[in-house]
């Protein structure tokens, strides 16, 4: 996919720092939230999920924050790596199948 | 590791031309699903596909777009009269073995540019 970079927020760090990328989810009645990172020119590639039931979950260098009160997601990916840079969104689902993505985030990251 | 594949990787059409796009799911997968992008904007959920019939569908699905799965590997989205405004990344997802999953795998995308 394509995403043009003046149309997202961008986050930019050093190779090595931690990262949060933030995302705020619009309906109270979701109850699964995913974190997908896309790189250009592929698709969504799915990081890490959580349910509402949680409010953190961690996987291999990602943790996921869950805020319900504030209808908040955030995704901390540790030590960043050149090979993290990509556009990462959040997506909730609210029924049986449909996601809903938001607008999504570019991380930039510098050797 | 098994992966969502998608052909072609680049279309173009005229304009009121039907198109076709074509994606091979995860095989023992049982959902099936279909999202755009447009430039610049975020994935937009189009359809979903369960036991060879639509199980949701958004707005965006109206009566010019058809989905099919004619055999037991392919997954389509046919656009019948394709509108400029339809020119966007196509992603075809699947998810769940037996029992179901929540986790969609992606496709790597059709790039549909209407002139």
């Known amino acids: 996919g394509e995403n043009v970079g003046l149309h997202l927020p961008t986050l930019s760090v050093q190779e090595g720092d931690n990262s949060i990328i933030n995302c705020a989810y619009s309906n109270s009645a979701s109850d699964y939230f995913i974190w997908y990172k896309q790189e250009s020119g592929k698709g969504p590639q799915f990081i890490i999920d959580?349910?509402?039931?949680?409010d953190k979950r961690q996987g291999q260098r990602v943790t996921v924050l869950l805020n319900k009160t504030v209808k908040h997601l955030s995704l901390q990916i540790a030590a960043t790596q050149p090979g993290d840079s990509a556009v990462y969104f959040c997506a909730e689902n609210m029924g049986y199948s449909t996601l809903t993505f938001g607008k999504g985030t570019m991380l930039l990251v510098s050797p | 590791e098994p992966e969502v594949t998608q052909t072609p990787s680049h279309q173009v059409t005229q304009m009121g031309q039907e198109v076709i796009l074509r994606c091979v799911p995860i095989?023992?997968?049982?959902?099936f699903y279909w999202y755009r992008q447009i430039l610049g904007q975020k994935v937009e959920f189009l359809v979903s596909f369960y036991n060879n019939e639509i199980s949701e569908k958004s707005e965006i699905f109206d009566d010019q777009f058809s989905v099919e799965r004619p055999d037991g590997s392919n997954f389509t989205l046919k656009i019948r009269s394709t509108k400029l405004e339809d020119s966007a990344m196509y992603f075809c997802?699947?998810?769940?073995?037996?029992?179901?999953?929540?986790?969609?795998?992606f496709g790597p995308g059709t790039r549909l540019t209407v002139t």
């Open positions: 095989s023992n997968h049982l959902y």
């Open positions: 959580i349910r509402s039931n949680m």
């Open positions: 997802a699947s998810s769940g073995l037996a029992g179901g999953s929540y986790e969609q795998y």
